[in-house]
């Protein structure tokens, strides 16, 4: 955990090979898991649009709209955390046009994001271009990038062939170029992310891509164990929450059918002369 706090500015040069910590990087959609992963000590709280996946039910990040990001990064932001607040940009916030994706990137830096974040390579250069222009810092992410889903025909490893290595090293450099901070590398063979991460001065941030990259990044669901399905591969659960959450309303739901709740000392009470006149036993206030 660093000491100093963390900034763009600090985030730009946290280089592994300059003796750097890693970056830790994790997600969380409202005020609550904004607040724990702050007071865990992490450099970055991402406000992901896998908020769609994690809380809103949804089976993709398609259907997430600016209108819901908006919405999340303001929640994380009134945790008033010490992290850097990154909001990522939906699906349709930044393809139509540059001065749309300007428009709606400001929305999410006054919602309270510090930077925000967008998928894609070399076609996002013009859009990254304007908003470092708009004094908007910006997160690239290669690779698996979810909202492709359509055109890679599932959630599949990408960068799998020389060639492919070859154009995302190229995309990662046109990023860079463009200005941004960091990139965060999904869903690719571990080679490839240490190939990006030596050829880059900015850091990368790696989901599923292996050891090498200059940080690391998880869901808070995942992490935590609080999500439905079984976790990809690259993702290491440190608690099942969803089980002890389960179990907690379960013994409430017995304590209930019993009898057993509420208890005394979950009770109010009024004075004796109040019970007395309503006709009742004894009773203490509390
Ligand atoms: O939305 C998200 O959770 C992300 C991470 C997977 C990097 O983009």
């Known amino acids: 955990m660093t000491t100093e706090p963390v900034s763009i500015p600090s985030l730009t040069t946290r280089k592994r090979r300059h003796g750097a910590p890693p970056i830790v990087m994790v997600t969380a959609y409202d ?52 992290c850097v607040i990154v909001g990522d940009m939906p699906w349709m916030s930044y393809h139509l046009s540059v001065p749309d994706a300007v428009g709606n990137a400001a929305r999410l830096i006054r919602a309270g994001a510090q930077a925000v974040k967008l998928e894609g390579g070399l076609s996002r ?38 060639a492919a290595a070859t154009a995302l090293i190229e995309a990662a450099k046109a990023l860079q170029g463009a200005g941004c901070f960091s990139i965060v590398l999904e869903g690719i063979p571990d080679v490839v992310a240490e190939a990006v991460t030596a050829s880059l001065e900015i850091p990368t941030i790696g989901i599923g891509a292996g050891p090498s990259c200059d940080g690391q990044v998880l869901v ?7 999500g439905a399905r079984k976790p990809p591969k690259f993702v290491r659960q440190y608690a099942q929450l ?43 206030t509390n």
């Open 31 to 82: 005020e609550p898991s904004a607040r724990i992963v702050d007071q865990a000590g992490v450099d970055v709280v991402l406000v992901g649009d896998s908020v769609a996946n994690n809380v809103l039910g949804y089976e993709d990040t398609l259907q997430v709209t600016i209108d819901d990001m908006e919405r999340h990064v303001a929640a994380v932001a009134r945790a008033k955390v010490t």
């Open 125 to 162: 250069v013009p859009v990254v271009e304007a908003l470092v222009r708009a004094e908007i810092p910006v997160m690239g992410h290669l690779g698996l990038t979810p909202q492709s889903v359509l055109t890679m025909g599932g959630y599949r490893v990408q960068a799998r062939s020389a």
């Open 220 to 226: 808070f669901h995942d992490l935590v164990g609080l």
């Open 242 to 284: 969803a089980a002890a959450a389960t179990a907690a309303v379960a013994a409430f739901a017995r304590d209930v059918r019993s009898g057993a709740f509420p208890g005394d000392e979950e009770t109010y009470h009024a004075s004796a002369e109040v019970a007395m006149a309503l006709g009742g036993g004894e009773s203490a």
